[in-house]
């Protein structure tokens, strides 16, 4: 697979973003290496790295020393850019999503939301699926007729208080 090494910061979807990210997805494809790779390296989950290379999550210092470590950033760009007076944008610009692979996840939940809504209620009661203390995992399942994606949201129930 070739990666490229230039990313146009000036471009969707990188173009909200802090400059430092071009530079952080410029080094994952120099330095060769997946999301999972650097979760690893410095202790998180490979969805949460994605999303910090997007804006969407924030590092420790400590974290942000290991990754300046693996992808040979300058430290100090990123605690500059991602530190502690830095705070994440989370959200994906505008609805419908243009995207495909968006659009398709949104898509998803348009067109089974009632279902799964229906379904969490009736095993858990009135309340809501937590996105905040929530897991997420990207898995790849073998099968004969082409392989699957198989996404997993392990987030926690909050029900909704009675008052």
Known sequence: MSHSLKVNASSQPYVDLPSICAALFEAKARRGVTFDQIA?????????????????AKLSEEELTKLSQLLEVPQENLVAELGPNWFPHRGIGPMPPT????????????????????????????GIMSMIDCKVNVDRKPDPKGDRVVLTFDGKFLPYLKW
Do not use: S, T
């Open 40 to 56: 690893k390296a410095i202790g998180r989950d490979e969805v949460w790295v994605a999303a910090m290379f997007y804006g969407q």
């Open 99 to 126: 995207d495909p692979v968006l659009y398709r996840l949104y898509e998803g939940v348009m067109v089974y939301g009632n279902a799964i809504k229906a379904v969490i209620h009736e095993k858990f009661g009135d």
